[in-house]
Every structure is written in structure tokens, then in C-alpha cells.
């Protein structure tokens, strides 16, 4: 898949599920990861979004749909693919595109956003998606040159509040600024409802993933349910 090829129209409008699964978790498997992207694209998943190299590589071979790629290193700061290195990992794993933190927030290898996503569009034929919590994140990751725009950092990097549910003024603020990059919703889109809502709120496309492919989360809202 070169998703440069096709000007992003596999993505207007649809659904991108993100499949992830944490270290002690009984579905921490690429393996296991790269069948529920399959069994997401089955379901209507116009693309899938997958953490780590090696579920890039299974999910890659699994699926005819575009891969966004990550690598989460950390759990602080800027951890969502942090640098260069890691994003040239995720490319040569299969990633049609690689997400990688957006915000303008001092990365660990010293380089700019703008370095980094020059980086990439060197060394690769990835594009990239660049992770932003803000408005003014999302302006500089345009003109630092990220292909796409996503949510993802929302209420996670210390700009805007943590919403309940996706950041739907956030959103609709991205996509009057008319940055001319694809908007990705990305973030506590726990809900069709949800989901449509942050398409009418300006979304080129939508990432929902923990309410489709993480059973411990899901299995806990119910629970809470029954116990309140």
C-alpha cells in the first residue's frame, strides 16, 4: 500500500481502528494484535493504527488497508515515537504512515519537529501524522511539514483539559483553521455516537481503538455499570 498515491481519499470519511495492547496484558501480542486488525478491517476499518515494530510487521502482512505506525517509548513527555530513530524503525516495519508525537515540546534527540519529519520524508516513503493536544500544535505541525494532523494529545499534554469523550471544540477549532492537511480525530471516542459527532465537528477521518479492540476497558464500563 503507498498511500501517497491515492491523496488520502482511502481515509475521507472513514473509520481507523487502533489495535494496542500493554506489557502483562494477556493480548500483549503482535500476533494477536495483527488478527484483530484484520477482524477490524472486516468490520468496515478503512485503516488500521498498531504500536511497536513487531506489530507493524504482523499487521502490515495481515492487512491490504494503509498502517499507521507508532512506537511508543516511555511514559512521560514526548514518548509517542520520540525520534527520528524510531520513526525510520517504523518505516522500514511496513508503516504507510507513522505517527509520531506532533507537540512542541523538546524532543529526546534534540531535532525540531520540522527536522524530524524532513527525516522521515527523506529516509522513507512514510508519511507522517503528527500527534498534537492543541490548536497551536496542530498550526506548527502543519507547517513543519506533517502530512496528516491527529488529536491523539488531547487532554495529555498539559494545554487543554482532559475531556469526557473526544475533544470536540478542539477539533472543530483544527479544522476552521483550515490547515489544508487531513484532521484525524483521535481520543476517548468511546461511542458511535461519539464518532459522529467528531465527524460533524470537522474530522477528515476517525481513530477510535480502545472501544473496539481493548475487552479489559470494555469489560470494566460494564461492570462499573452494574455495581453503581
Not at 470519511?13 to 472486516?42: C, F, K, N, W
Amino acid at each position: 500500500m503507498t498511500l501517497k498515491m491515492t491523496n488520502f481519499d482511502a481515509l475521507k470519511g472513514q473509520l481507523v481502528v487502533s489495535a494496542q495492547a500493554y506489557p502483562g496484558e494477556p493480548m500483549r501480542d503482535p500476533r494477536t494484535m495483527a488478527q484483530i486488525a484484520a477482524a477490524a478491517v472486516t468490520g468496515g476499518a478503512a485503516a488500521i493504527r498498531v504500536q511497536g515494530i513487531a506489530d507493524i510487521q504482523f499487521a502490515r502482512a495481515a492487512v491490504e488497508v494503509p498502517v499507521i505506525g507508532l512506537w511508543k517509548d516511555g511514559h512521560d513527555g514526548v514518548f509517542i515515537t520520540p525520534t527520528l530513530r524510531h520513526a525510520l524503525s517504523c518505516a522500514s516495519a511496513g508503516a504507510d504512515i507513522v505517527a509520531i508525537d506532533g507537540t512542541r515540546r523538546p524532543r529526546p534527540d534534540g531535532l525540531t519537529l520540522a527536522e524530524t519529519i524532513e527525516g522521515i520524508h527523506a529516509n522513507s516513503n512514510s508519511l507522517v501524522m503528527a500527534d498534537c493536544g492543541s490548536l497551536d500544535d496542530a498550526v506548527a505541525a502543519a507547517e513543519a511539514g506533517a502530512d496528516l494532523i491527529g488529536t491523539t494529545l488531547a487532554g495529555y499534554s498539559g494545554e487543554r483539559p482532559k475531556t469526557d469523550g473526544p475533544d470536540l471544540e478542539l477539533i472543530a477549532e483544527i479544522a476552521a483553521a483550515n490547515l489544508g492537511k487531513p484532521l484525524i480525530a483521535e481520543g476517548r471516542i468511546h461511542s458511535p455516537a461519539q464518532a459522529r459527532a467528531a465527524m460533524d465537528a470537522g474530522a477528515f477521518a476517525v481513530v477510535v481503538g480502545t472501544a473496539i479492540t481493548h475487552p479489559s476497558t470494555i469489560t470494566g464500563w460494564f461492570k462499573a455499570a452494574l455495581d453503581a
